[in-house]
């Protein structure tokens, strides 16, 4: 039987490092379910977006080859209603930082959630002590093809709590994707306490 790649990978803790857009090797022997988060990587696209500072992109990436990919810009929380009404503020807009692209291999268990426990850390860390950010948004593929073959991303990022920018979305939703965001303020909250 052959060894398959990646086996016995903890990824949990695995290093996530800047991608460099001249580096022109990564992504070989890539798989993901869906082709065109495999041609990104791969192809120039996300070269250009790169060296036009559009976005950024980090990877997890070891001897076997790349695991998985993230790329993060910034962007805006445009809700119906005001959703910070408690803390007095009753914008209804909000700073944050979209994940554009994340994909990672199925044969790298673990290598998708250690990018998004990473991305959490970094906005916290890196981010918000400079900018005024707050939320982590996504659009989240929904691809109703046909009823056997729906891609729904949702539910991963449901299982790290984000919700729904509309809740009461019909579905599937127009433009193929559903809106989701993250607070960040019970992170932040985390990383002040630790500090005091």
């Known amino acids: 039987m052959p060894y398959p790649k990646f086996s016995g990978i903890d990824f949990s803790k695995h290093a996530v490092i800047e991608y460099d857009p001249d580096q022109l090797d990564i992504g ?8 065109e988060f495999v041609s990104y990587i791969k192809g120039q696209k996300i070269r250009n977006e790169l060296r036009s500072y ?37 914008y209804t807009t909000f700073p944050a930082v979209k994940i554009g692209w994340l994909a990672a291999d199925p044969r790298a268990k673990g290598s998708g959630r250690r990018l998004m426990d990473w991305a959490m850390r970094y906005a916290v860390l890196e981010l918000v002590p400079k900018l005024g950010v707050r939320f982590i948004t996504v659009d989240a ?15 991963f990022y449901e299982k790290l709590g984000f ?6 979305e ?24 630790l500090s005091n």
Do not use: H
């Open 28 to 35: 070989a022997g890539f798989r993901c379910g869906r082709g």
């Open 163 to 168: 919700r729904f920018a509309n809740a009461d």
């Open 54 to 90: 559009i976005s950024k992109c980090w990877l997890v990436n070891c001897e076997e080859g790349l695991a998985a990919y993230i790329t993060l810009l910034a962007d805006k929380l445009a809700m119906g209603t005001p959703i910070l009404v408690d803390e007095d503020v009753r």
């Open 170 to 193: 019909t579905l599937p939703p127009a433009d193929g994707f559903r809106s989701m965001y993250f607070d960040l303020m019970p992170l932040i909250q985390q990383v002040k306490t």
């Open 141 to 155: 593929l929904y691809d109703a093809e046909s009823p056997e073959k729906l891609y729904d991303a949702s539910g």
